[in-house]
Nanobody, 124 residues
Framework: QVQLVESGGGLVQPGGSLRLSCTAS????????MGWYRQAPGKQRELVAT???????NYVDSVKGRVTISRDNAKNTVYLQMSSLKPEDTAVYYC??????????????????WGQGTQVTVSS
């Protein structure tokens, strides 16, 4: 059973930075497109950033220029570096995997049972 473990969240002031990590118990991690999602209270889960097996990245408009997704296949880990954080970035952040970005968008993800995620709170 594949597991994805997110970490790195916390409480940060507006304008601050955080780096989130997601480690997968997946021996063939490198073939998957990875994505970071977030879900704010009372809102639907939103796909924030994706990175393909070849390192091609995509971001939702609201985070462009402030967020960088990267991956280390040797460590089965995907990262989300966030800077210039805003209160509206407050959410639980999750990662997941799929064979394509389109599948991530459609919610056709590798791990159907979403984990606990990691809480990011941006507040003064």
């Amino acid at each position: 059973q594949v597991q994805l473990v997110e970490s790195g969240g916390g409480l940060v002031q507006p304008g601050g930075s955080l780096r989130l990590s997601c480690t997968a118990s997946l021996s063939i991690f490198s073939i998957y497109t990875m994505g970071w999602y977030r879900q704010a209270p009372g809102k639907q889960r939103e796909l924030v950033a994706t990175i393909t097996r070849d390192g091609v990245t995509n971001y939702v408009d609201s985070v462009k220029g402030r967020v960088t997704i990267s991956r280390d296949n040797a460590k089965n880990t995907v990262y989300l570096q966030m800077s210039s954080l805003k209160p509206e970035d407050t959410a639980v952040y999750y990662c997941n995997a799929a064979l394509s970005r389109a599948s991530l968008i459609a919610g056709d993800v590798l791990v159907g049972s979403w984990g606990q995620g990691t809480q990011v709170t941006v507040s003064s």
